[in-house]
């Protein structure tokens, strides 16, 4: 997976953060957000992972390309 294909991941994870965080706005139901929270601390540490993955990847590239 390159730097761009990990990017690309993220800001996909990133629009379900969005319409997760859309769905909490949404509802008045306790215990369904308690479920979109979960649902967001889920899509944070995927999104990180991502971002993380990223940036190895660059670094990789940048350095096979010296």
Do not use: N, Y
């Not at 909490?24 to 990180?48: F, I």
């Not at 660059?58 to 390309?65: L, Q, S």
């Amino acid at each position: 997976m390159t730097a761009e294909d990990s990017l690309r991941r993220a800001e996909d994870l990133l629009s379900k953060v969005e319409e997760a965080r859309a769905r909490l706005e949404g509802t008045d139901d306790p215990d369904a957000a308690l479920d979109v929270l979960s649902d967001l601390a889920e899509l944070a540490k995927q999104v990180e992972a991502e971002i993380q993955r990223a940036k190895r990847d660059a670094e990789a590239e940048a350095d096979a390309e010296r």
